[in-house]
């Protein structure tokens, strides 16, 4: 397919940008009453998807259920959502909100309804500092959807994040229901000044060497647990992935119910997947040191930083709890009192070992949202696959879709967002094979046809939100 083809029939079927004016009105003047009611209420704002409800009779527009099912529940370990295609198009929706979006026509259509209507409410949600953290965009964001709608008012709400994986004849997506937390660890030792002619055998920066040369010998514990995400996502692998080892396939099968096997299936990873490490545990790096103002005097005050990223099955209070057991004896060693946390210090003797949280910003991992028997991950997996296997993408073509649960390493905005709902994704529908030059870089780029495909997804899961019955 030439590419100007592609871009055109990437644009045209779903999006429906490029509609004619003719077809358009033909379409419109073919709409049943009961659809204005419907869209007449999409007010089209994302972040979320929020419905008022009491049952919808009028859901089934044009015979069509956009309500997939799961396939074989119980016997694969990885179900897969149908393919969920809404049949209303982008433009007419738009016309239609434009045309009957007023108070009266609402109103009318409330008494004419008997109450019984869904307000289905599209927020789009643009934070703008989510590498600082989200502290300015997505708190605002945050405590204004909160005060506007309430806690837990959304149905589903889909952020930046998760990827995708060409794996011979398959297309893997990795929407990410899990994140990790995180927590930065302040060091601080204080020790007396004094001439440098003179010095004691350890500075209080050699007693910081020597904290920090501790942590770095006792590394947090790698676990793989049967309930964690990236188990799931495993068994995602061992159904659907062609270019799985036969051997690492039946490892991952045979753990589901043998412990030996899990144990060899960790063993595995650690050795061959060079993230594991990252996924099943939590992380330590030294990121930030500092102390000594002249080489004449003794420093009398130096402090490391050290980032931490939290394993699911792990906390922040475990996390302190390990950091206090690793340091706190290396304090004792050279005579010195220790605060972990606040814990107080006892005496002064040779000095002082403080422990705290840098910035004030520990976070615990996000709560799990949920993948089995969940109406909103199935509408987003079943968009997923949609939008790939309905693609006019020359390199989808023939591909089948897999849709497999991920945990997300690094923070998003949606650690400011559990209240507002319990189903949240970070999924952008963006491929690793589109990404070009690496993250947070000069000349990072995506492929146009790759972040079509994104507008493409956006477009059908906001219609699919329109008409499904998965949300509540
Ligand atoms: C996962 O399993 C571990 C070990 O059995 C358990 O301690 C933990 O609470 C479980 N986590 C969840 C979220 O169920
Ligand atoms: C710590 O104090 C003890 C007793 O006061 C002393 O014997 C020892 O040398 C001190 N050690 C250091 C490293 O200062
Ligand atoms: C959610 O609400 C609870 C109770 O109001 C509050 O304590 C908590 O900090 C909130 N969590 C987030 C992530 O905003």
């Given at each position: 397919m030439e590419k100007s083809e592609y871009f055109k029939e990437a644009i045209d079927p779903e999006l429906s940008i490029s509609y004619q004016t003719g077809r358009r009105k033909a379409s419109l003047a073919r709409m049943p009453d009961q659809i204005r009611r419907i869209v007449l209420f999409c007010c089209v704002c994302v972040l979320g998807f929020l419905t008022y409800v009491a049952k919808p009779s009028i859901w089934s527009i044009d015979g069509k259920s956009a309500t997939p099912v799961l396939q074989d529940p119980s016997g694969s370990e990885c179900p897969q959502a149908s393919p969920i295609s809404s049949s209303l198009h982008a433009d007419l929706l738009k016309l239609l909100e434009k045309e009957f979006a007023s108070e009266e026509y609402k109103a009318k259509a409330y008494e004419t309804l008997g109450g019984a209507v869904r307000i289905p409410t599209v927020v789009l949600a643009f934070g703008i500092d989510e590498e600082r953290g989200g502290i300015s965009g997505a708190t605002a964001i945050r405590d204004h959807l909160l005060t506007t709608y309430g806690e837990d008012a959304f149905s589903i709400l889909v952020d930046e994040g998760g990827f995708q994986e060409l794996r011979e004849d398959v297309l893997i997506a990795y929407p990410a229901v899990a994140e990790k937390g995180s927590f930065n660890l302040r060091i601080e030792v204080s020790t007396p000044g004094g001439?440098?002619?003179?010095?004691?055998?350890?500075?209080g920066i050699g007693i910081l060497a020597a904290l920090v040369t501790e942590l770095e010998e006792h590394p947090h514990p790698i676990q793989l647990y049967r309930n964690a995400t990236f188990y799931e996502s495993l068994q995602c692998q061992a159904a659907h992935?062609?270019?799985?080892?036969p051997h690492l396939k039946n490892l991952i099968k045979g753990s589901l119910n043998s412990d030996k096997a899990l144990l060899e299936l960790e063993t595995e990873l650690l050795e061959t997947n060079p993230q594991f490490k990252a996924i099943a545990g939590t992380t330590q790096a030294v990121d930030i040191i500092g102390g000594g103002v002249k080489v004449n005097a003794l420093p009398e005050s130096t402090f490391a930083i050290v980032n931490h990223r939290i394993?699911?099955?792990?906390?922040v209070g475990a996390l302190k709890a390990h950091i206090t057991t690793v340091l706190g004896p290396v304090a004792e060693r050279f005579n010195l009192s220790f605060d972990a946390f606040g814990g107080g210090a006892g005496h002064a003797a040779n000095g002082l070992v403080t422990l705290s949280?840098?910035?004030?910003?520990g976070l615990e991992p996000a709560p799990i949202t949920s993948t089995s028997g969940s109406g909103p991950y199935e509408l987003l997996s079943g968009t997923i696959i949609n939008t790939i296997e309905s693609s006019p993408r020359k390199a989808y073509s023939g591909k089948k879709a897999v849709v497999a649960p991920s945990i997300s390493l690094g923070n998003t905005d949606t650690k400011h967002y559990w209240n507002l709902t319990k189903h949240i994704f970070r999924y952008g529908h963006k491929g690793g094979f589109d990404a070009?030059?690496?993250?947070?870089?000069?000349?990072?780029a995506i492929r146009a046809e790759g972040f079509l495909e994104m507008i493409r997804f956006f477009s059908q899961l906001i219609l699919n939100s329109d008409q499904t019955d998965l949300l509540e």
């Open positions: 001439h440098s002619s003179v010095p004691p055998a350890h500075t992935d062609p270019k799985l080892p394993a699911g099955h792990s906390s949280d840098a910035f004030d910003t070009y030059n690496g993250a947070h870089t000069v000349n990072e």
